[in-house]
T-cell receptor, first 115, second 114 residues
Framework: DAGVIQSPRHEVTEMGQEVTLRCKPI?????LFWYRQTMMRGLELLIY????????DSGMPEDRFSAKMPNASFSTLKIQPSEPRDSAVYFC?????????????FGQGTRLTVV | GNSVTQMEGPVTLSEEAFLTINCTYT??????LFWYVQYPGEGLQLLLK?????DKGSNKGFEATYRKETTSFHLEKGSVQVSDSAVYFC?????????????FGTGTRLLVSP
């Protein structure tokens, strides 16, 4: 199994530009999570999907952020327009919805730098 | 709401020293508890977990016991190696809406010197 695949690994963009981060979850997993990691705020859950449906987007910082999951094998996180304070590492994770102790598998992350 | 509190880092140890990283949690109901590890430039990976009170999770020499009475899940290892240098995250999983949602602590960086 290839694991959770994120692209790109690194993204450098100018303030005001649109940024799209991509994620391919592990086949057979039906929950998908987007996290943001910064030194100041640690690991924050932005949004999570179950069976392609957004369940909780309360962590999305503002309207500039949007996430979609058009099918079970693909999700995007879009920032439009981007700002320097969006610079962070963005992680996608997936899991198989189950009982207690269900493990989440993380991708390697996308390091976003907005200049 | 649900939350996890970890000790501040970095924790700096010499090789073969004993490690403890403290973790306490606040949750409604009966969460599952996890330790994840993040090596430089990589995503988080599960280290160990426990799903009910008094369970002990263990892996690669690391252990943690789910203590409901003290709401704690402290990570321990008897003899650390340089290769254990990483950031360690305590997390809980609780179902508030019928779906399991992971909540992480802020992470504790461990530095092990030869």
């Amino acid at each position: 199994d290839a694991g959770v695949i994120q692209s790109p690994r690194h993204e450098v963009t100018e303030m005001g530009q649109e940024v799209t981060l991509r994620c391919k979850p592990i086949s057979g997993h039906n929950s998908l999570f987007w996290y943001r990691q910064t030194m100041m705020r640690g690991l924050e859950l932005l949004i999570y999907f179950n069976n392609n449906v957004p369940i909780d987007d309360s962590g999305m910082p503002e309207d500039r952020f949007s996430a979609k999951m058009p099918n079970a094998s693909f999700s995007t996180l879009k920032i439009q327009p981007s700002e320097p304070r969006d610079s962070a590492v963005y992680f996608c994770a997936s899991s198989r919805t189950g009982g207690e102790g269900t493990e989440a598998f993380f991708g390697q992350g996308t390091r976003l730098t907005v200049v | 709401g649900n939350s996890v509190t970890q000790m501040e880092g970095p924790v700096t140890l010499s090789e073969e020293a004993f490690l403890t990283i403290n973790c306490t949690y606040t949750a409604t109901g009966y969460p599952s508890l996890f330790w994840y590890v993040q090596y430089p430039g990589e995503g988080l990976q599960l280290l160990l977990k426990a799903t009910k009170a008094d369970d002990k999770g263990s892996n690669k020499g690391f252990e943690a016991t789910y203590r409901k009475e003290t709401t704690s899940f402290h990570l321990e290892k008897g003899s650390v190696q340089v290769s254990d240098s990483a950031v360690y995250f305590c997390a809980l999983s609780a179902s508030n809406t019928g779906f399991q949602k992971l909540v992480f602590g802020t992470g504790t960086r461990l530095l092990v010197s030869p």
